[in-house]
């Protein structure tokens, strides 16, 4: 039995950088390298088993067993780009992306900041 773990480590040994920092595009004389949050979760799992029970326990007289598993996701969520012009080179954000991790972190720090002002008052 092949081992599930060691299988999605070798399905997935690419991703790295090029999955991050994507590959370089020329527009109208300027190289763009778009750039990226990557997050991935794998999980995996094995089993087997045969004989008498585990520790003495006393068995129907069925012997035999195996198992295996295994499971990953992920995704990637663009910040901005670099971008090399004239021999420059510049990050430009992607703005939708600002303003969307923006919004829940301002909604949290501001119900922070309430309950230690709260908290101060009394």
Do not use: Q
């Amino acid at each position: 039995m092949t081992n599930p773990a060691l299988d999605l480590a070798d399905r997935f040994r690419s991703i790295g950088v090029k999955s991050v920092y994507g590959d370089p595009v020329d527009v109208g004389g300027s190289t763009v390298v778009p750039v990226a949050v990557s997050l991935y979760g794998f999980g995996a799992g094995e089993g087997e088993g045969t004989g008498d029970g585990a520790a003495g326990e006393s068995t129907t007289g069925k012997l035999g067993g195996s198992g295996a598993g295994g499971g990953g996701g992920g995704y990637s969520w663009p910040v901005g780009a670099y971008i090399s012009d004239g021999g420059t080179v510049r990050f430009e954000p992607n703005v939708i992306s600002l303003i969307i991790v923006a919004v829940p972190l301002i909604s949290v720090t501001g119900k922070a900041l309430s309950w230690i002002i709260k908290a101060l008052k009394r």
